[in-house]
């Protein structure tokens, strides 16, 4: 079991082996260009900017190292690169093998030809392997499914709630995932498509959280020109916003306050109808401004008792949403707390990978800062919180 109280190792292990057949062309498919940049390129980006993760191994095809060379320049967190295997279940036990003496608490394994996937999809998976040792990211099946046999001839019906289309990140508990492949190597068993499927091989329960719709796997022509016109689409957002946000919350009895996501044990708590989190308060009105949509207020009255005590991450959220509805993305947030208590450096970086995760963007997209008013005013007398914010906005030009 994963010691939860420490803090985690992990790594992240991509899987770039495959020669991408079934596309066609003279270069695998991890290769070839979209958006002036490789999907490999954009796959180990991802993982590059996430604050969670501390390693990157790829593992690659015979004879692909300049290739590979090419898509991992820049990429700091790179350890290395390892030689696939004949099938996808060997090319992983390669890498996981090849991470033995580095021995992370957990391992993501991402195929190299999903590059959409986003930052709140690997948190996901982080925080579902600490939860459950073996996880993997599923969708429900909106098609009815039939099983056929050899002649073509329907045999089953499964009902189609109870399934789920897998995609990677596959996240695991490292010592257990390298234990199940390697028992299945030795069993003889090399036909396992995912990992999911071998970690349920060796009799380990699996669960499932929820996936993305937009975390394609590139497999075929067709995928790679969907690709391309979804990197076009968000190429064309040259509709350029920016809102700014303003929130102050009083002190009140209690014994922590929320910030931008987080809990911080303080001598005092902050007052509000919901949980008072000022930053995030900050943060949603900045993004309803800038793409003119009202105010906190408007969306999520305080006269409602329903928002009673919420957790402002619903309503940071929302917002997001709201901009994805209009075919737009968040380019860059970024929010100043006012206070002179608690003391908001030791927990700077932290707020930044909540806030990216629930805004789904690179934490290299939000700045957190913080400053006194030189004991001035209600902030300077110990009074309450303020906090202002900014958010750049890209929308489709209509």
Not at 63 to 92: H, M, N, P, W, Y
Request: glycine letters at 10%; proline letters at 5%.
């Amino acid at each position: 079991m994963i010691d939860v109280k420490a803090r985690l190792r992990v790594a992240a292990l991509i899987v770039a082996a495959g020669r991408g057949s079934r596309m066609g062309g003279p270069l695998p498919k991890q290769y070839r260009l979209l958006g002036g940049r490789s999907v490999l390129a954009r796959t180990l980006a991802l993982f590059e900017h996430h604050p969670a993760v501390d390693s990157i191994t790829v593992v690659i095809g015979p004879g692909d190292e300049s290739l590979f060379q090419a898509s991992a320049a820049g990429i700091s967190k790179l350890k290395g690169s390892v030689t696939g295997g004949s099938t996808r279940q060997a090319s992983c036990l390669a890498g996981l093998r090849a991470l033995e003496d580095e021995k992370p608490d957990i391992i993501l394994l991402h195929d190299a030809a999903r590059p959409f996937a986003t930052p709140d999809l690997l948190t996901r998976a982080i925080e579902a392997a600490r939860d459950h040792g073996a996880a993997v990211p599923g969708l429900a099946v909106t098609d009815t499914i039939k099983q056929i046999d050899a002649d073509g001839l329907v045999t089953a019906t499964p009902v189609r709630s109870s399934l789920r289309s897998v995609q990677t990140p596959q996240a695991f508990s490292f010592d257990a995932i390298l234990a199940s492949h390697l028992a299945a190597a030795a069993a003889g068993i090399d036909g396992l498509t995912d990992d999911g499927a071998v970690a349920e091989w060796a009799g380990h329960p699996l669960f499932i959280f929820e996936g993305e719709t937009t975390n394609m796997k590139l497999t075929t022509e067709s995928d790679f020109q969907r690709a391309e016109q979804f990197v076009s689409d968000l190429a064309a957002l040259g509709d350029v916003r920016t809102g700014t946000g303003f929130d102050v919350h009083a002190f009140t009895d209690g014994d922590h306050v929320w910030l931008n996501g987080l809990k911080i044990p303080h001598e005092r708590a902050l007052k509000g109808h919901s949980d008072a989190d000022v930053g995030l308060h900050a943060l949603t009105d900045a993004i309803l401004g800038a793409i003119g949509d009202g105010d906190i207020g408007s969306h999520f009255p305080p006269s409602d008792p329903q928002w009673k005590g919420a957790a402002s991450d619903r309503f940071l959220a929302h917002a997001v949403s709201l901009v994805k509805e209009r075919g737009g993305a968040i380019a860059h947030l970024d929010v100043t707390l006012l206070c002179e208590v608690p003391k908001i450096g030791p927990h700077r970086e932290a707020m930044r990978a909540r806030i990216a995760g629930i805004a789904g963007i690179p934490v290299d997209r939000v700045g957190v800062k913080a400053t006194t008013t030189e004991g001035l005013g209600f902030t300077g007398r110990r009074e309450g919180i303020a906090a202002m914010a900014s958010a750049t906005v890209r929308l489709p030009w209509h």
